[in-house]
């Protein structure tokens, strides 16, 4: 392991700085590519050396992915003793604190984790509830208004007053079915999670408990906090005030999630006497490059004065292509490509990047006609699969055999003859007496109009999870054998093959079952005390990380990916392409008066590129069916109020071929 003296040598004035300050409030303004991971994780190892327990420092960001690196790298610092250090997402440390305060939560029997197809379920039901007809309200829609509300720590009552009167009133009617719902079923969701750590923080034991065994605190990627988090943080580090963020407001581009900037704005004023450094060394992009950002970011008011400068040396000029249209655009940028992969360059080093997800047609068009590999960052999520669902609905009932979502989910799968009317009947009988949808099953003979027989398969489906749970009690080997096993006991590998009888599709929807095994086995080699709860509990706070922009990135192919996808990626060549009035800025932006946000966007789709960067707009675009003229983005004319000359090579598309003689040409391509 390196010297705690050679990492600090290693560093540059700015980064030294941040990392030898460790008491009082501290904020690092780290730009873009400017080495802020390594600034953390070298100021954790100084803190060590200085003698603060490992266990009293937390760590948190917001993606799985993050929190791995960190501690991985961590390891690699200070060996055993980074296993002390809480290094997580403020999801993960916000379940684990309140998995251990179930009492002063107010759910001792315990609750699960409401993941988002659950959470639109329950949506649903509550629309169906007020009998609100889905043109009226769709059940994404209303969960995405929930979800934002809460982020800004609103009720019920202040989102009706926030939005037109009835979708007000329909939207906050259906955030208190929504919540009765989740209650009713002891599950909390991700927001959930956030705002009660939030509520039993208000509590002085509480939080003074808290605050003395997190004794240093380390925000990552501040500017992207919410209200929650921003008070959870607050009530931890108020009074040691041992508190240091770190973030770049100029790549903030999460408010339509909840991500509030002004609280990197006014760290300085929120906690008096903070310190700040900012870095502004960039070790991933060529100066020609970063004098394209800066000049970019400069027409932003809301923000912390920063200039990125480059250790990599000047870099060749940016290419300004204007385009006839989008597939002239496509077909012009996948040729370039193809030019460069002959002439030696790797597929991986490719990244084309888009403002919106349906621009990634006419690209994936052009690529495969060329037989260019390439990946589609996002796509189906590995946790939106059926099969992936029921097997965990199943492991779920493990765990709280009174789940009636998990139960009403796989009741039928395989089948077991519980038909709609029985199954109404049941849950009535449920709410009737108070008991869960479970319990009533093993009442079924009970129930008027449902015939006992009906309920059997249902009572030995719960007879044999019970049994399951007995047989193997909570250890290492015994998850993965559990996990196995339960699979197996419910027949569901003959599940696969009832439902797709081809063998290709069959293989294909078992390999996500197969994941489930494969992610109990890393969860036991991982964890020193593996149980079921912990495992589902992990699964599902790593959702948002299955389809990982980054790995995907790795792969040998171009990637297509919007903005918002490629934040805190890199590669050697980028297309920022369809700069145009209405796309980037999206024409949302200037209804809603978001431009800055829009430019911190493009921003931050400029400083991925490392050696090579293409901007593109197209003077017209097929919309409905007509082609609509474009103009070019704001941006690209606020890049050449300031431009560099030598900074530029302008050029302009070559025209559109025919229709008839491009079709032939793209037939003769792909025989080819």
Same mark, same amino acid.
């Given at each position: 392991?390196?010297?705690?003296?050679?990492?600090?040598?290693?560093?540059?004035?700015?980064?030294?700085?941040?990392?030898?300050?460790?008491?009082?409030?501290?904020?690092?303004?780290?730009?873009?590519?400017?080495?802020? $991971?390594?600034?953390?994780?070298?100021?954790?190892?100084? @803190?060590?050396?200085?003698?603060?327990?490992?266990?009293?420092?937390?760590?948190?960001? /917001?993606?799985?992915?993050?929190?791995?690196?960190?501690?991985?790298?961590?390891?690699?610092?200070?060996?055993?003793? !980074?296993?002390?250090?809480?290094?997580? $997402? /403020?999801?993960?440390?916000?379940?684990?604190?309140?998995?251990?305060?179930?009492?002063?939560?107010?759910?001792?029997?315990?609750?699960?984790?409401? &993941?988002?197809?659950?959470?639109?379920?329950?949506?649903?039901?509550?629309?169906?509830? @007020?009998?609100?007809?889905? !043109?009226?309200?769709?059940?994404?829609?209303?969960?995405?208004?929930?979800?934002?509300?809460?982020?800004?720590?609103?009720?019920?009552?202040?989102?009706?007053?926030?939005?037109?009167?009835?979708?007000?009133?329909?939207?906050?009617?259906?955030?208190?079915?929504?919540?009765?719902?989740?209650?009713?079923?002891?599950?909390?969701?991700?927001?959930? @999670?956030?705002?009660?750590?939030?509520?039993?923080?208000?509590?002085?034991?509480?939080?003074?408990?808290?605050?003395?065994?997190?004794?240093?605190?380390?925000?990552?990627?501040?500017?992207?906090?919410?209200?929650?988090?921003?008070?959870?943080?607050?009530?931890?580090?108020?009074?040691?005030?041992?508190?240091?963020?770190?973030?770049?407001?100029?790549?903030?581009? %999460?408010?339509?999630?909840? !991500? &509030?900037?002004?609280?990197?704005?006014?760290?300085?004023?929120?906690?008096?006497?903070?310190?700040?450094?900012?870095?502004?060394?960039?070790?991933?992009?060529?100066?020609?490059?970063?004098?394209?950002?800066?000049?970019?970011?400069?027409?932003?008011?809301?923000?912390?004065?920063?200039? @990125?400068?480059?250790?990599?040396?000047?870099?060749?000029?940016?290419?300004?292509?204007?385009?006839?249209?989008?597939?002239?655009?496509?077909?012009?940028?996948?040729?370039?490509?193809?030019?460069?992969?002959?002439?030696?360059? !790797?597929?991986?080093?490719?990244?084309?990047?888009?403002?919106?997800?349906?621009?990634?047609?006419?690209?994936?068009?052009?690529?495969?006609?060329?037989?260019?590999? %390439?990946?589609?960052?996002?796509?189906?999520?590995?946790?939106?699969?059926?099969?992936?669902?029921?097997?965990?609905?199943?492991?779920?009932?493990?765990?709280?055999? &009174?789940?009636?979502?998990?139960?009403?989910?796989?009741?039928?799968?395989?089948?077991?003859?519980?038909?709609?009317?029985?199954?109404?009947?049941?849950?009535?009988?449920? $709410?009737?007496?108070?008991?869960?949808?479970?319990?009533?099953?093993?009442?079924?003979?009970?129930?008027?109009?449902?015939?006992?027989?009906?309920?059997?398969?249902?009572?030995?489906?719960?007879?044999?999870?019970?049994?399951?749970?007995?047989?193997?009690?909570?250890?290492?080997?015994?998850?993965?054998?559990?996990?196995?096993?339960?699979?197996?006991?419910?027949?569901?590998?003959?599940?696969?093959?009832?439902?797709?009888?081809?063998?290709?599709?069959?293989?294909?929807?078992?390999?996500?079952?197969?994941?489930?095994?494969?992610?109990?086995?890393?969860?036991?080699?991982?964890?020193?005390?593996?149980?079921?709860?912990?495992?589902?509990?992990?699964?599902?706070?790593?959702?948002?990380? =299955?389809?990982?922009?980054?790995?995907?990135?790795?792969?040998?192919?171009?990637?297509?990916?919007?903005?918002?996808?490629?934040?805190?990626?890199?590669?050697?060549?980028?297309?920022?392409?369809?700069?145009?009035?209405?796309?980037?800025?999206?024409? =949302?932006?200037?209804?809603?008066?978001?431009?800055?946000?829009?430019? =911190?966007?493009?921003?931050?789709?400029?400083?991925?590129?490392?050696?090579?960067?293409?901007?593109?707009?197209?003077? $017209?675009?097929?919309?409905?069916?007509?082609?609509?003229?474009?103009?070019?983005?704001?941006?690209?004319?606020?890049?050449?109020?300031?431009?560099?000359?030598? &900074?530029?090579?302008?050029?302009?598309?070559?025209?559109?071929?025919?229709?008839?003689?491009?079709?032939?040409?793209?037939?003769?391509?792909?025989?080819?």
């Amino acid at each position: 392991m390196p010297s705690i003296s050679s990492l600090l040598t290693a560093l540059n004035p700015e980064q030294r700085a941040a990392a030898e300050t460790i008491e009082g409030p501290l904020l690092v303004l780290a730009g873009a590519g400017t080495g802020k $991971t390594r600034v953390v994780t070298t100021r954790i190892a100084y @803190l060590i050396s200085k003698g603060v327990d490992p266990s009293h420092i937390l760590a948190v960001t /917001f993606t799985n992915k993050a929190a791995a690196e960190m501690r991985e790298r961590l390891a690699k610092l200070i060996g055993p003793k !980074a296993e002390g250090v809480v290094a997580s $997402t /403020f999801h993960s440390f916000c379940l684990r604190f309140l998995r251990d305060h179930t009492v002063e939560l107010g759910m001792e029997r315990g609750f699960s984790i409401c &993941d988002p197809s659950d959470q639109l379920t329950f949506i649903s039901r509550a629309l169906r509830s @007020l009998h609100v007809p889905s !043109a009226r309200l769709k059940p994404r829609d209303a969960l995405s208004l929930i979800s934002l509300a809460k982020n800004r720590l609103e009720t019920p009552d202040t989102l009706a007053l926030s939005l037109d009167e009835d979708l007000g009133h329909l939207a906050a009617r259906t955030w208190e079915k929504y919540q009765e719902s989740l209650q009713r079923a002891r599950k909390l969701d991700f927001d959930d @999670l956030l705002l009660e750590t939030r509520r039993l923080l208000r509590n002085p034991k509480l939080r003074k408990k808290v605050a003395d065994q997190h004794r240093f605190v380390l925000v990552d990627e501040y500017q992207d906090t919410n209200g929650p988090q921003f008070e959870i943080v607050q009530a931890i580090a108020g009074k040691h005030r041992n508190l240091c963020v770190v973030g770049d407001d100029d790549q903030s581009i %999460y408010s339509w999630r909840g !991500a &509030d900037m002004t609280k990197i704005l006014s760290f300085e004023k929120t906690f008096r006497g903070a310190k700040a450094v900012t870095l502004e060394t960039n070790y991933r992009s060529t100066e020609t490059i970063l004098r394209c950002a800066n000049r970019l970011i400069q027409h932003n008011t809301g923000r912390h004065e920063k200039t @990125l400068r480059s250790a990599m040396g000047e870099g060749e000029p940016i290419s300004l292509v204007t385009m006839r249209d989008e597939e002239v655009e496509a077909d012009k940028v996948v040729q370039l490509i193809d030019e460069m992969v002959k002439a030696g360059h !790797a597929l991986d080093e490719f990244a084309i990047l888009f403002r919106t997800a349906i621009q990634a047609r006419a690209f994936e068009t052009e690529l495969r006609l060329r037989d260019i590999p %390439y990946t589609l960052v996002g796509g189906m999520s590995f946790f939106d699969r059926k099969e992936v669902r029921d097997v965990m609905a199943y492991l779920q009932l493990l765990v709280d055999p &009174d789940d009636e979502q998990a139960l009403v989910r796989i009741i039928n799968s395989p089948p077991r003859g519980v038909g709609k009317t029985t199954l109404e009947r049941v849950t009535a009988y449920a $709410t009737e007496k108070g008991i869960s949808v479970g319990s009533a099953f093993d009442q079924g003979d009970q129930i008027e109009g449902v015939k006992g027989s009906r309920c059997e398969p249902v009572q030995r489906l719960r007879l044999r999870l019970k049994t399951l749970r007995g047989l193997y009690p909570d250890s290492s080997q015994n998850l993965v054998k559990l996990v196995e096993q339960t699979i197996q006991e419910v027949g569901y590998e003959e599940e696969v093959r009832r439902c797709y009888s081809d063998p290709e599709e069959a293989k294909k929807r078992w390999e996500g079952v197969e994941e489930v095994l494969n992610a109990a086995q890393n969860h036991a080699r991982k964890r020193k005390h593996p149980k079921l709860q912990r495992f589902l509990d992990d699964l599902l706070l790593s959702a948002e990380d =299955r389809d990982d922009p980054e790995k995907a990135s790795k792969r040998l192919s171009v990637t297509l990916m919007t903005l918002h996808a490629s934040k805190g990626l890199e590669f050697p060549r980028v297309f920022l392409v369809g700069l145009e009035e209405g796309i980037l800025p999206h024409v =949302r932006s200037v209804q809603e008066d978001t431009i800055e946000e829009e430019r =911190r966007l493009a921003y931050v789709g400029i400083t991925r590129a490392q050696k090579f960067l293409q901007l593109s707009w197209c003077q $017209t675009r097929a919309r409905g069916g007509q082609d609509l003229t474009r103009h070019m983005s704001r941006f690209l004319l606020e890049l050449q109020q300031r431009e560099a000359p030598a &900074d530029w090579v302008a050029a302009g598309a070559e025209p559109k071929p025919k229709p008839k003689s491009k079709k032939k040409g793209r037939r003769r391509r792909a025989r080819r």
